[in-house]
């Protein structure tokens, strides 16, 4: 029902993403899902890959900080509305939404949203209490 994402701190300087994604195709790991959130001087890249524990260590070893966080990921029709269906069922049971992103899926017209909520046990219990469908990898 939830799922380990990857954060790396990263200086805003010109090719450190690049770096990162290098890293990580060293490895022979695979990205499934990626985000970037930036200020003026750091990012955060948060990742979703098929295997977090020997990622993080690629990381730790290349000289990122990279740390595991636990995130729902709940699986959505790739279709208008499906999204908004999700966010008004956190709404009704005021579960606060610290941040989202998503990526599509293999499936034919399937989508997983990737969320980290405040409070990490009472959304899972929404989410299945809802009848969402969760994925554990993808």
């Known amino acids: 029902m939830q799922i380990q994402q990857i954060s790396v701190f990263l200086e805003n300087n010109a090719g450190r993403l690049g770096e990162v994604t290098k890293v990580i195709a060293g490895a022979g790991i695979n990205m499934r899902a990626i985000s970037v959130a930036d200020t003026a001087d750091f990012g955060i890249l948060r990742l979703i890959v098929d295997d977090t524990p020997r990622a993080v260590q690629?990381?730790?070893a290349?000289?990122?900080?990279a740390k595991e966080t636990s995130v729902a990921a709940v699986e959505i029709e790739d279709?208008?509305?499906s999204l908004a269906r999700v966010m008004e069922v956190f709404q009704k049971s005021q579960v606060n939404?610290?941040?989202l992103y998503a990526s599509l899926q293999n499936?034919?017209?399937k989508a997983v949203v990737i969320f980290k909520l405040a409070d990490h046990a009472k959304g899972l219990?929404?989410?299945q209490e809802n009848g969402l469908s969760t994925v554990d990898s993808f």
């Open 79 to 81: 279709a208008p509305g």
């Open 58 to 60: 690629a990381l730790n």
């Open 97 to 99: 939404i610290e941040y």
């Open 62 to 65: 290349a000289g990122f900080t």
């Open 107 to 109: 499936q034919a017209d």
């Open 125 to 127: 219990q929404i989410i």
